[in-house]
T-cell receptor, first 112, second 117 residues
Framework: DAMVIQNPRYQVTQFGKPVTLSCSQT?????MYWYQQKSSQAPKLLFH???????NEADTPDNFQSRRPNTSFCFLDIRSPGLGDAAMYLC???????????FGPGTRLTVL | AQKVTQAQTEISVVEKEDVTLDCVYE???????LFWYKQPPSGELVFLIR??????QNEISGRYSWNFQKSTSSFNFTITASQVVDSAVYFC??????????????FGKGITLSVRP
């Protein structure tokens, strides 16, 4: 059974049109992460939630926002996608920050 | 600051060959955790192994084995008798253990392994 679920798997949006990516987990983990991964690069952490506490990386653009309405769900909102935001977006969860992070299958975002 | 170096960028082998993927890390912490993840073409990052800094025992899991050496700050990964299904990008990663709420994974740049039939 899938433990970290991301929807949709593929998302196409238009330049400047807001888009929301979804992540859910059945593991009851405390921590949820959002990563951006561009082609041939390592995943880059955007932000994470430890329970309800939001932690933004210093270099994450303001265009990227996140919400975690409950333990199971976390959303990534891109307010005005640019061509440079086309990437794979990976969600991960872990019980505690030093434990293993388990990743979802990712959402591949295309910006036209 | 922590750092992970995967000096190899691309490796190509023929099926059934053994292959070793190198990983060198830097950290000032005495408590830290090392990981290997596999990323097949589908894109999902698949967890392979987690090692803490106090456990230097090598580990074997089927065709996979890991060699952790603190003296050289290395955590190398060997695939024995490689198969086409092993073709993927492999990431080594490090997290420090001092900040429970905000420890983060630092990834290496990844190694693209191609196994040819």
């Amino acid at each position: 059974d899938a433990m970290v679920i991301q929807n949709p798997r593929y998302q196409v949006t238009q330049f400047g049109k807001p888009v929301t990516l979804s992540c859910s987990q059945t593991l009851n983990h405390n921590v949820m992460y959002w990563y951006q991964q561009k082609s041939s690069q390592a995943p880059k952490l955007l932000f994470h939630y430890y329970d309800k506490d939001f932690n933004n990386e210093a270099d994450t653009p303001d265009n990227f926002q996140s919400r975690r309405p409950n333990t199971s769900f976390c959303f990534l909102d891109i307010r005005s996608p640019g061509l440079g935001d086309a990437a794979m977006y990976l969600c991960a969860t872990t019980r505690e920050s030093t434990d293993t992070q388990y990743f979802g299958p990712g959402t591949r975002l295309t910006v036209l | 600051a922590q750092k992970v170096t995967q000096a190899q960028t691309e490796i190509s082998v023929v099926e059934k060959e053994d292959v070793t993927l190198d990983c060198v890390y830097e950290t000032r912490d005495t408590t830290y955790y090392l990981f290997w993840y596999k990323q097949p073409p589908s894109g999902e990052l698949v967890f392979l192994i987690r090692r803490n800094s106090f456990d230097e025992q090598n580990e074997i899991s089927g065709r996979y084995s890991w060699n952790f050496q603190k003296s050289t700050s290395s955590f190398n990964f060997t695939i024995t008798a490689s198969q086409v299904v092993d073709s993927a990008v492999y990431f080594c990663a490090l997290s420090e253990g001092w900040d429970g709420a905000n420890s983060k994974l630092t990834f290496g740049k990844g190694i693209t392994l191609s196994v040819r039939p």
